[in-house]
């Protein structure tokens, strides 16, 4: 049984890519604020809550989630999907106490949202990173000690503030003891028929003596976009006149959307909405033609229809199986945008995995 904590938890790509290994997990916790904020500050709740225990700042802290009156619909589709009690999810990384599950968890996973790495203090060590996401992140690791961790983001990260972000971040994961690899690996490489390049930092604790590990074998391509299509799709993906003509006008779209592509471009948190991301080109159907809210135009000379992706499509698109919807489109196309590759995360953690067995194996 490998026990489990993912962080920026989203709706559960690494929990799917085990169930797809068929490897016996348990989750300790997972935690996702769904994209929601709350207006006091990090320090200003410390400052509130210094005379609390770490599990009575945690309810604090959940209280004020609820007092924006917004749903965590990541949570809600996480556990739509994924065996965890109430008990086990937090709703802020930042006031996890790690101590809680030191030593006591094989895997940690997360990936930091970019936009924390804004600007960097001048002294070394985890001050420099105090107060971004990543830095609590990093501590949980430093207070856990799990066998592994695996952190995600986009390639970016590695060109960031002129390289110095990426620089300070392979300084923090050095300060942790940890034997770390890292790599850039595209979904396209491992199945999936999507551009999607991720950075992934794979750390094994050094008394597990992992000299080397090496990047995950990439496997041919061998089924596209078109494999992963609904036979029959609603009529309300289809597209009016405006929508039509910006996805099959470059001069209007300027490459942010795509028609019928073998491969699509890498799914984001915005696509579908405003006309951008990968949309389909199609021949109409007589019931088509009846809806007048469906426009028909020309592509390429022919009679055409154009459609978005659906939720569940873009789901299928990110590796997902069997996967039960039940957020609202918008939240829909986010949650699948934001997620990671299942098929990537399966070729990872299939060699992870083994790794750990071992260790624990040897250590029982």
């Keep these: 049984m490998i026990k489990v904590a993912t962080v920026f938890s989203g709706i559960g790509a690494p929990e799917e890519a085990l169930k797809q290994?068929?490897?016996?997990?348990?989750?300790?916790?997972?935690?996702?604020?769904?994209?929601?904020?709350?207006?006091?500050?990090?320090?200003?709740?410390?400052?509130?809550?210094?005379?609390?225990?770490?599990?009575?700042?945690?309810?604090?802290?959940?209280?004020?989630?609820?007092l924006t009156n917004k749903?965590?619909?990541?949570?809600?589709?996480?556990?739509?999907?994924?065996?965890?009690?109430?008990?086990?999810?937090?709703?802020?990384?930042?006031?996890?106490?790690?101590?809680?599950?030191?030593?006591?968890?094989?895997?940690?996973?997360?990936?930091?949202?970019?936009?924390?790495?804004?600007?960097?203090?001048?002294?070394?060590?985890?001050?420099?990173?105090?107060?971004?996401?990543?830095?609590?992140?990093?501590?949980?690791?430093?207070?856990?000690?799990?066998s592994v961790f695996i952190y995600e983001n986009v390639v970016g990260l590695k060109t960031h503030n002129g390289g110095n972000t990426w620089k300070r971040i392979q300084e923090v994961f050095d300060e942790l003891e940890y034997n770390v690899f890292d790599f850039e690996l595209n979904?396209?490489?491992?199945?999936?028929?999507?551009?999607?390049?991720?950075?992934?930092?794979?750390g094994f604790k050094n008394e597990m003596n992992v000299d080397k590990f090496d990047e995950p074998e990439k496997v041919e391509l061998k089924k596209f976009a078109t494999d992963y299509l609904s036979n029959k799709v609603d009529l309300k993906y289809y597209m009016g006149k405006k929508g039509f003509e910006w996805v099959t006008t470059p001069e209007k779209h300027q490459s942010r959307s795509r028609v019928n592509r073998d491969i699509i471009g890498c799914q984001t948190a915005n696509q579908q909405f405003n006309w951008i991301g990968d949309f389909r080109i199609e021949s109409p159907t007589d019931e088509m033609r009846n809806n007048e809210k469906i426009h028909i135009g020309l592509y390429d000379g022919k009679e055409s229809v154009a459609r978005k992706l659906t939720p569940e499509e873009c789901l299928k698109l990110m590796g997902f199986e069997n996967?039960?919807?039940?957020?609202?489109?918008?939240?829909?196309?986010?949650?699948?945008?934001?997620?990671?590759?299942?098929?990537?995360?399966?070729?990872?953690?299939?060699?992870?995995?083994?790794?750990?067995?071992?260790y624990n194996e040897r250590n029982d």
């Design 21 to 66: 290994l068929n490897i016996d997990f348990d989750i300790v916790f997972a935690c996702d604020n769904g994209e929601r904020e709350i207006e006091k500050t990090y320090e200003e709740i410390l400052e509130e809550t210094k005379e609390m225990t770490s599990d009575e700042r945690v309810s604090f802290v959940n209280g004020l989630y609820k």
């Design 71 to 146: 749903e965590n619909f990541v949570k809600k589709s996480y556990f739509a999907n994924n065996k965890i009690s109430n008990d086990k999810w937090y709703e802020d990384v930042r006031f996890i106490d790690g101590k809680k599950y030191k030593n006591s968890i094989d895997l940690l996973i997360g990936g930091s949202p970019c936009q924390s790495f804004s600007t960097f203090g001048k002294k070394k060590g985890f001050e420099d990173t105090r107060g971004t996401l990543f830095f609590h992140y990093a501590n949980l690791i430093k207070e856990i000690r799990p």
């Design 187 to 202: 979904a396209k490489d491992y199945g999936l028929p999507q551009l999607r390049n991720r950075v992934f930092v794979v």
């Design 323 to 358: 996967f039960h919807i039940v957020v609202d489109d918008k939240n829909a196309y986010r949650q699948s945008g934001n997620s990671i590759a299942v098929p990537v995360l399966k070729a990872l953690l299939k060699n992870v995995v083994k790794i750990i067995e071992d």
